[in-house]
Each structure stands twice: as C-alpha cells, then as structure tokens.
C-alpha cells in the first residue's frame, strides 16, 4: 500500500534531487511544498492525508495542537538531531516517531565571516552606490587585524568561527557558562573572565551557543549597554538568546555600530518588520545552513530514516 509523505518548505524546490529516492517510490506518494503555511489549519488541511511528513529544521513548527490535527500523522523527519520546534512529548502521545538527521558541514561559521566582513567593509552601501552610479567610495572600512572577536559559544561552529578569526590576526576571547580555560585553549582562544568583561571588551560580538533555558535572553537591554559603540553583533545561531526589542533599540539609537542577523524570532520575517529597513542592519533570511554539502547530507538522511522505518527498525529517533 502507497503512503503519503509530505515534504515542507521545500524553499529552492531541491528536496527530490538532492537525493536519490528511486528506493521509495513505489512505497511513497511524495508531494513537495514550497509555500510557508501560515496557519495550522492550513497545514493541516494540505497534509492530513499524510503519513510521512519531512521538514526542514526550525521552518514549521510541530506543536501538539498540530499533531492533534493530523491523525494519520506516523513518522516526522527532521533536519539535524535538534529540533525545538518540535514537541516530542506530544508526538509521543500521538504515536509519531520522530528521526532527525547527520550534516550540519561549515555553512554556518562560514556565513558569519560574510555578515561580519559585510558590515566592516560596508559591502552591501558600497556596492549598491556602484549599481546605481552613486558615489565612488562612500565609506571607510573597518579594520579586523589586531581587533578583538568576541565568541558566545565554543562549540563545533565557534571553534570554526575562531580559526578564521585568528588567521585575520584578530584577539579571539570566548565564554559560555560552561567552558573552562583548558577547552579554551584548546581552541587557541582566550577565555574571558565573564560574559561582561567580553561584551565591554569585543570589537565584534559572535553567537554560537544552542538556544535552551539557560541562554534565552542571554543579551538584554543591560548587556547591550555594555558592547562599545563601534562594535558589531553577529547571530547566526537562534533569534531569542538576544532580547529582540532590546537589540531593536540599541541599533536605533546607535548604541552599537550594527548586527548581522541570519535568525529572527518569527520566520520567514514579516513585511513590514524593523530588522528589514533598518541601515545598520546587515540581514539573510537563515541560511547559515543552507548549503549544498549540507542538503545533500539531509537529504540522504531522509531517505535512509524513512526506509529504515518503512522496514521496521527506525533509526536517528530523537528521545525526550
């Protein structure tokens, strides 16, 4: 018997060819979606004929006011083995297996150096007054050489982030609440005394910790305060470790110099939000991990996790 599977946020319209699902197609009808659903109820009336639902990292969020909407709903496929936008207790109750997938690759420390050579050299005014005969040279670039970067997080995408930054011939300090001297020097990196002393101290603030309890709010109002007024902030890893109405404000008021931002709070960013006009604002709509390695390797994985389930011995399971 044919089951139904639904690919989500197929953005670019790659997910059939960035693998090979010849295995599956005489077991699966697979339709592919390349609309964002704004509504559950929309979603739910594409998909509640589904028995397969694939989606890609955070875009669409699994809350169990979804799956109690979808009842055929059997197995969820998700990007990367961390998902937060997926209640996994309530899959649970709703009798969902929920796999995730390997990958992950360098795209993400890579699109951080991009944001932060964007803004220190002024790419984007720069090269738009060249499209459209404005000024030749508008601006003085900023110098990265012995200039201090600043990392929240050292983790796989940090360490990535603090090689580069060394090879520039920058000060790299960092700090999370758990990393010690010895971790940081095996980086290389200098471990900050506190999370205040790298704010007061960084030329170019970088975030890379995993979004949890503990770093949520991690920049607020106060913590911005304390970054000087030359320095930029880049986020690339999730939209809610800075307060969003704090960071608003400080741009606005030009309490730091700017912000490279690959993440927002409610995705895909809404017409009229501040973040899309705002001057001091270098922005990409979260494609950090949008590359080619790393959709191949999603892709690939999603495959394997749905064979592997249709023969009865699931892998990649992703546990409360």
């Known amino acids: ?62 809350r169990a006011s979804l799956f109690a909407k979808l009842p055929k709903l059997r197995l969820l496929v998700t990007t990367g083995m961390r998902n937060q936008s997926v209640d996994l207790a309530a899959a649970g109750e709703y009798g969902v297996t929920v796999c995730g997938t390997s990958g992950g690759g360098r795209g993400p ?12 050299r002024h790419i984007v005014p720069e090269n738009e007054a060249l499209r459209h005969n404005g000024p030749w040279q508008s601006s003085i670039g900023g110098d990265l050489y012995g200039k201090r970067l600043g990392l929240l997080g050292l983790g796989r995408i940090g360490s990535q982030v603090a090689k580069v930054g060394e090879a520039f011939g920058m000060e790299v300090t960092a700090w999370s609440p758990n990393l010690t001297e010895q971790m940081a020097a095996e980086s290389g ?15 170019i603030v970088s975030i890379h910790l995993v979004l949890g309890e503990r770093s949520r709010g991690l920049l607020g109002e106060r913590e911005l305060c304390l970054m000087k007024p030359t320095a930029y902030l880049i986020n690339t890893s999730r939209a809610p ?21 690959d993440v927002f709070e409610t995705e895909p960013l809404p017409e009229n939000d501040p973040f899309r006009t705002l ?16 959709y191949e390797a999603f892709y690939r994985d999603i495959v394997d996790d749905i064979r592997a389930y249709l023969d009865g011995e699931p892998v990649r399971v992703l546990n409360l």
Request: aromatic share 6%; charged share 25%.
């Open 1 to 62: 018997m044919m089951l139904n599977c639904a690919i989500l946020d197929d953005y670019q319209q790659v997910a059939m060819r960035m693998a090979d699902w010849a295995p599956l197609r005489d077991r699966l009808d697979i339709r592919s979606f390349q609309c964002h659903f704004e509504s559950e109820d929309e979603l739910a009336a594409a998909i509640g004929d589904c028995e397969i639902v694939v989606i890609m990292r955070e875009r669409t969020p699994f």
């Open 109 to 120: 420390a890579e699109l951080t150096w991009a944001l932060i050579l964007g803004l220190a």
């Open 189 to 203: 990196v200098k471990l900050a005394a506190s999370k205040e002393e790298l704010l007061r101290t960084s030329d």
């Open 241 to 261: 470790i800075v307060d969003q109405a704090a960071l608003l404000e400080a741009l606005r008021d030009g309490r730091i110099a700017g912000a490279g931002l």
């Open 279 to 294: 001057p001091n604002v270098l922005a990409t709509p979260h494609i950090g991990y949008v590359t080619q390695a790393s």
